[in-house]
């Protein structure tokens, strides 16, 4: 069972910036791919962002592309999330995911999540 613990949520001010990880153990998450997605109250998950375990695919949201950066460091196990230019819409719960398919998320593996808080 890979688990996987985000961090770096929290209440942010409206044009700020956060960066979130998402921290495995599992060596072989290297290997995987994995995305962050989010949830506001109310509201369905929804798709943030993806990259490939060779960093060549990375694939954003409309709504969040030119302000948020995806990225990984396979030797430290962990994937960021750089979100800039921070809105009151992107409120939600933060989860990260890893998959060893190409981008099936049906089969992957999920994080708890962790809060962030976008004040206007």
């Known amino acids: 069972q890979v688990q996987l613990r985000e961090s770096g949520g929290g209440l942010v001010q409206a044009g700020g910036s956060l960066k979130l990880s998402c921290e495995t153990s599992?060596?072989?998450?290297?290997?995987?791919?994995m995305g962050w997605f989010r949830q506001a109250p109310g509201k369905e998950r929804e798709f943030v962002a993806r990259?490939?375990?060779?960093?060549?695919?990375?694939l954003y949201a409309d709504s969040v592309k030119g302000r948020f950066t995806i990225s990984r460091d396979n030797a430290k196990n962990t994937l960021y999330l750089q979100m800039n230019n921070l809105k009151p819409d992107d409120t939600a719960v933060y989860s990260c995911?890893?998959?060893?398919?190409?981008?099936?998320?049906?089969?992957?593996?999920w994080g708890q999540g962790t809060q962030v808080t976008v004040s206007s």
């Open positions: 990259i490939s375990w060779s960093r060549s695919n990375i």
């Open positions: 995911a890893a998959t060893p398919t190409f981008f099936n998320w049906s089969s992957a593996y």
């Open positions: 599992e060596r072989t998450l290297s290997t995987y791919n």
